[in-house]
């Protein structure tokens, strides 16, 4: 999708599943061992424990369309930078801006930390 440079390559998978909202291949995307650290608790999770919360994104949300700002390959990673236009089931859109930066091996994800706007999401949920 993005790149053909292994770093950008699976953040390239990793944000196609985000759009078709396919849980299976967002997680092949993470190695085993991967933590997954957000903004918005400041908690570590595991995959699995992520999980929970990507199934409320991909069901309350029945579109997701990332339009990327910034891809950047960095030391032992990448750097993406996106505006996510999500549709709510009821209609009504968000433009949500956010920022992650991965640390990737072995073409897998291992570290993945999401900066996001809460206070935008928070008033397209609420």
Not at 65 to 90: C, M, S
Not at 97 to 105: A, L
Not at 107 to 121: H, N, P, Q, R
């Amino acid at each position: 999708m993005i790149s053909t440079n292994p770093s950008l390559a699976v953040v390239g998978r990793f944000v196609d599943a985000l759009e078709r909202g396919d849980l299976d291949a967002l997680n092949a995307c993470f190695a085993p061992q991967a933590r997954i650290w957000h903004n918005t608790d400041q908690k570590w999770a595991t995959v699995e424990e992520n999980a929970v919360g990507t199934t409320y994104y991909f069901e309350a949300f029945t579109s997701r369309t990332y339009k990327i700002d910034r891809l950047e390959p960095l030391p032992g990673g990448a750097l993406l930078q996106f505006v996510a236009h999500i549709v709510r089931t009821d209609g009504r859109t968000l433009d949500w801006p956010g920022c992650v930066v991965f640390d990737i091996e072995d073409d897998m994800i291992v570290k993945l930390m999401e900066y996001i706007d809460l206070a935008s999401f928070m008033a397209a949920v609420g």
